[in-house]
């Protein structure tokens, strides 16, 4: 399916959202504020609107209420107002990680997953989110790794985590990734569990309705829908709030967001044959939600970081 290009109309949309986000941040329950699809009695409509994720619809306010409007931004050529859609988050948002049952352990016991292995200059590495594999009460001490395997729950050591994005209640996050050198494991790079083929390349989100898919834990899930944030959020990481920026959220379609997903590779699947990652999981709202950064960025930061 091709991959629509953004539109004079879709770059206004997002300018508006931009310019009226840290305003509706400051109303009651406001989590997000995104661009998507306005929903009708539950069903996504073709027209495009400002999402507005809120942890609770209840009565609020006059000063409280969300504009079913917005005034079109400076410059644009947009005739009429753009409209608003009001979606309540089933849980609040937070940062997945310390569950049982997945494939990599920590030494400071959170669990995540492997995003991807692969090799640079004859080292292989593992990586998955930085609140895995680094101690983020502990001012972001990087762990080691250990993969769990399928079936037995015994721990194999991969190696330490040697490089990490940062995660801090002072900075803004823009990524949220942390590598291990494969020290004492064999990896098979680009190689997806229970998938047949490699990835062949890598990409990034985008507006249309696409199909997405992650592997955890041997299932697949699919997800679709992709929103990007219009601003810095704040997300529960292991008790601490950390702000993040330039993630989107995506709808889940097939089995539920949980905690354990951090770190697993968001990918599509192009002319039915080939495989490619798309995006990063770090965190969601169980179980309709996830959140993740788009992976070409993220992966060219951690890439180019690595001797």
């Known amino acids: 399916m091709p991959i629509a290009k953004p539109t004079q109309f879709h770059r206004a949309i997002h300018s508006a ?104 200059n004859g080292v292989g590495y593992v990586l998955t989110n930085a609140h895995v594999g680094c101690d983020i009460s502990q001012g972001g001490a990087p762990c080691s790794l250990s993969l769990l395997t399928p079936g037995t729950n015994e721990l194999s050591p991969v190696g330490p985590v040697i490089w990490s994005s940062g995660l801090s209640a002072g900075q803004v996050a823009q990524n949220d990734a942390a590598v291990a050198r494969a020290d004492y494991i064999a990896i098979d790079p680009y190689q997806i569990q229970n998938v047949r083929r490699r990835i062949d390349r890598r990409s990034h989100f985008a507006q249309s309705n696409i199909t997405y898919w992650f592997m955890w834990n041997g299932a697949q899930f699919d997800c679709a829908y992709p929103e990007p944030v219009m601003h810095p959020a704040g997300i529960d990481v292991e008790g601490i709030s950390i702000e993040y920026e330039g993630f989107w959220i995506l709808q889940m379609t097939r089995g539920a967001s949980a905690p354990g997903q951090s770190g697993a590779l968001i990918c599509r699947t192009d002319n039915e044959t080939d495989i490619i990652a798309c995006g990063m999981i770090f965190g969601g709202s169980a179980p309709n939600f996830i959140f993740a950064f788009p992976f070409d960025s993220a992966f060219e930061q951690v890439y180019s970081a690595l001797p």
Do not use: W
């Open 17 to 120: 959202a931009r310019a009226i986000a840290p305003e509706l941040l400051l109303k009651k329950n406001v989590q997000f504020v995104t661009v998507g699809q306005k929903r009708t009695n539950g069903l996504r409509t073709p027209e495009a609107s400002i999402i507005v994720y809120v942890s609770k619809k209840e009565h609020v306010d006059s000063s409280e209420l969300i504009p079913r409007v917005v005034d079109k931004a400076p410059g644009t050529q947009i005739r009429n107002a753009i409209r608003t859609d009001v979606v309540e988050l089933t849980s609040m948002p937070t940062a997945f990680g310390v569950r049982a049952g997945n494939v990599l352990v920590a030494s400071d016991q959170n669990y995540g997953v492997c995003g991807l292995s692969f090799f640079k």
